[in-house]
């Protein structure tokens, strides 16, 4: 079935870096977060994604119309995409989430968008590939599943010539389910299907790890497209959810006569790049460059990859690396709304600090990814680790519920106490058993209801 494609203003040429879904329904309502990665001057915010705008948790404009249809016949709701800029490159790109709420389908169906275009991309032969279209649609069969979580890589910084790099989705599911990763076909994956323009590239299918083999990659720089869906399995096989996970690798090669790193290659060709032919180096088969070996490394007291952090409702932790190619500049991340970290200090740290609200307490786990740059450019592996709400007790009746989720943070600033002996029925705390202090008022619904 094909989903109907909408009109984005915002995308055009160079400027998408890629996307997912995480699907999480209830009785009656559908929760889907949109993870979108956007060059940082055309991703939504006006002229540019901006520090202050991460710090401030500032929504970007529009970035897609995303169209919603039953897989039987139909329509749903779908919704204009925004997102909260998490974290910002400034040399490439802006990275955030946004959160759509649509009524519950009738049946399996289709969430998602196309528009034109992926950027330029390179094969591994050095020749052009156009980018063609953009597609991110979500299959739902199952209207009661939670599809799998992990936190989606903006981009993949590739250096040529090495062997055995590795980027890890490492996938949570909430239900338990089986969890496989496969190639989109090219109805899912629009211009960044594999076709087989870039045998460089393998999938590890079962623990959805993608690693870059560069002696099978005769290019020197440029950008491959990877389009993969996410599936999670009933106990007999259904594929109950099949979720897009889209961004681009870049491969560069450092510079091996100088300490100081003066930038990546530009990929795109400038802020509003057309897409046009390049003439990307070649080069034969060689010898493994020495600097695959030369990568910083982290040291204590970076958590270990898949650390699990427990807590009952604030988080604090601190990342450190090193590199005998100089000071460690950066760190990259892909945090949970709302946390923060420090710019990295003469030691190669940073120190994240995360304080989660009610309704992110509710939440079984949340993922947050990073790696370090060093002054030459080269970069760690990507680590993820998990951070899991503990509940300090059991919610045990309407009232304490009332307390722990109405806490101001709704979107018209609701708290349990707005409601505290509201109209003639609804009396004290939610309290379903008191007397009603008069007849209910039929033309009051907020009434109506509390009396139901």
Not at 204 to 228: E, F, H, M, P, W
Not at 355 to 377: E, K
Request: with cysteine.
């Amino acid at each position: 079935m094909k989903l109907a494609a909408s009109l984005v203003a915002t995308a055009c040429a160079s400027h998408y870096r890629g996307g997912t879904y995480q699907i999480t329904p209830n009785a009656t309502l559908v929760d889907i977060v949109t993870t979108h990665t956007w060059r940082h001057d055309a991703g939504g915010f006006s002229p540019s994604c901006q520090q202050s705008d991460v710090t401030n948790a500032v929504s970007s404009g529009v970035v897609a119309s995303a169209k919603c249809e039953v897989q039987s016949g139909g329509t749903c709701d779908g919704d204009q995409l925004r997102y909260t800029a998490l974290y910002v490159e400034d040399y490439d790109y802006c990275y955030g989430d946004g959160t759509t709420t649509i009524k519950r389908p009738a049946g399996p169906y289709v969430f998602g968008w196309t528009s034109c275009c992926w950027v330029a991309l390179t094969t591994d032969n050095g020749s052009y590939k156009s980018g063609g279209s953009m597609i991110q649609k979500a299959t739902v069969n199952d209207l009661t599943n939670t599809s799998p979580s992990f936190k989606l890589p903006p981009v993949w910084m590739i250096m040529s010539g090495c062997d055995g790099a590795k980027i890890d989705l490492a996938p949570t599911d909430a239900d338990g389910d089986k969890i496989k990763c496969r190639w989109a076909t090219s109805s899912e994956g629009g211009g960044a299907y594999q076709d087989g323009s870039w045998p460089s590239l393998t999938l590890d299918q079962d623990n959805c790890i993608v690693t870059y083999n560069g002696s099978q990659d005769r290019t020197q720089t440029g950008v491959k497209g990877i389009a993969l869906m996410i599936e999670d399995f009933d106990a007999q096989g259904n594929v109950r959810s099949s979720i897009p996970v889209q961004f681009l690798g870049q491969v560069w090669t450092p510079s091996t006569n100088s300490r100081s790193f003066t930038g990546y290659p530009d990929f795109f060709g400038g802020p509003e790049a057309e897409e046009h032919v390049d003439n990307f180096p070649v080069r034969g088969r060689r010898s493994t460059p020495s600097y695959c070996s030369a990568v910083p490394e982290y040291v204590n007291p970076t958590p270990a990859d898949g650390h699990v952090i427990s807590t009952t409702g604030s988080v604090t932790f601190t990342l450190a690396a090193k590199s005998d190619n100089g000071a460690i500049t950066s760190f990259a991340y892909q945090p949970p709304a709302g946390m923060l970290c420090t710019t990295v200090n003469g030691q190669g740290q940073i120190t994240c600090n995360w304080t989660l609200n009610s309704a992110q307490m509710q939440v079984a786990s949340h993922s947050f990814c990073y790696d370090a740059t060093d002054a030459r450019g080269l970069k760690t592996q990507r680590q993820c680790l998990t951070i899991e709400p503990v509940m300090s007790a059991p919610i045990t009746n309407i009232s304490e519920m009332s307390t722990a989720v109405l806490d101001g943070s709704g979107k018209n600033g609701f708290t349990a106490n707005d409601g505290k002996n509201y109209g003639c029925a609804g009396r004290g705390n939610f309290n379903a058993f008191s007397q009603k202090a008069g007849v209910t008022i039929k033309t009051d619904p907020a009434d109506v209801a509390f009396n139901a």
